[in-house]
């Protein structure tokens, strides 16, 4: 345990005194009782000494006053309590197809509108990343808890070209082990080059999960290599579950993007396969209210992490019903305060 202000337990070297001076007022109250008989002595308890019980509340009250002094002295202790922690990465899929309006006003302005409404209900407890992907990937927002920061950050997204989702995973376990100090296991994605030889991370147990979460906001239609589901289970290996949402309608809508027509559905088996894969969940949403409705039921991480933790509220309590109870007793018992 340590002291903000530890100066103050000098207080506590006037405790004795205060036993000092209780002490010299029994044996005045001895001598007196030895000289006028015992009066002052024997109280309204039915004839009965009192004895030890007229010791108890001046005890109470030096214990109080000791804990209350400690109090002051703004105590801090490790604890391991409970809160809402981890790192949330918003994986936006930025390619043409989030132009197309089957969801109103469009699919990637709808992301976008309901992302800025999950952040602002985080606490600053969750950090918050933001990757954007098309035919390639990259980390628009690295986690932080700055909430403006990353509502910036999702402002300037904007429909670009194809789709790479495995990309965009990569780009986002990049992010988690960044954010997690484990960057020397994180894929190589802005290199030609062969990735360094690097640890390969530990699997975690079947069943057991990071407080690292990736979220995908996708159409699911994927046009570009690698296979999604290849950096899915390099998640699921770490641990990392990863959420799919699909935007759009299985119908689909036609676009008209430089000249060409296209055609653009939503893709759900491919997203269903890669919230499977990790563990996570699949969610479909055909409109901005869905995409809301999704965020408020994503499940949160209750990690119990040790940090130092102000206690004072602890020994003020304490100490204050230690003296209300030092002042019943007295004034149940002799009718006055101690």
Do not use: C
Not at 34 to 59: C, K, M, S
Not at 229 to 240: H, K, Y
Request: hydrophobic share 45%.
């Amino acid at each position: 345990m340590s002291f903000l202000w530890p100066a103050v337990l000098f207080l506590l070297l006037l405790l004795p005194l205060g036993v000092v001076l209780y002490l010299r007022w029994q044996q005045q109250r001895w001598r007196l009782a030895a000289r006028y008989g015992n009066f002052g002595l024997v109280q309204e308890t039915g004839g009965r000494r009192l004895g030890w019980r007229r010791h108890i509340p001046p005890a109470l009250f030096l214990t109080g006053l000791a804990i209350l002094t400690i109090g002051l002295a703004r105590p801090q202790t490790v604890l391991s309590l409970p809160r809402e922690e981890g790192t949330v990465i918003l994986a936006f899929d930025v390619s043409g197809s989030m132009a197309a309006s089957d969801v109103q006003p469009t699919r990637m302005e709808a992301a976008k509108a309901a992302a800025r409404d999950f952040v602002h209900r985080q606490p600053t407890s969750v950090q918050i990343g933001v990757v954007a992907f098309s035919d390639s990937a990259f980390s628009v927002q690295t986690p932080t808890d700055n909430q403006d920061a990353i509502l910036a950050a999702i402002n300037r997204l904007a429909p670009q070209r194809g789709t790479s989702i495995a990309q965009g995973l990569l780009a986002s376990l990049n992010s988690i082990a960044v954010a997690t100090g484990q960057a020397g296991q994180a894929p190589n994605l802005y290199s030609n080059l062969p990735p360094n030889p690097a640890p390969t991370p530990t699997p975690v147990p079947k069943g057991m999960y990071t407080s690292a979460v990736i979220i995908l906001l996708s159409d699911g239609e994927n046009n570009e290599n690698p296979d999604p589901l290849v950096p899915a289970q390099l998640a699921a290996t770490r641990g990392v579950r990863i959420y799919t949402v699909g935007i759009g309608s299985p119908a689909g809508t036609t676009l008209h993007i430089n000249g060409f027509t296209v055609h653009t559905q939503l893709d759900e088996l491919t997203l269903k396969q890669i919230s499977q894969v990790t563990g996570g969940t699949y969610y479909s949403a055909q409109s901005e209210e869905d995409l809301r409705t999704i965020y408020e039921n994503l499940d949160r991480e209750l990690v119990a992490k040790p940090e130092k933790t102000e206690v004072t509220s602890l020994f003020a309590g304490a100490s204050i019903f230690l003296l209300l109870i030092g002042g019943a007793l007295s004034l149940l018992w002799f009718s006055r305060m101690p």
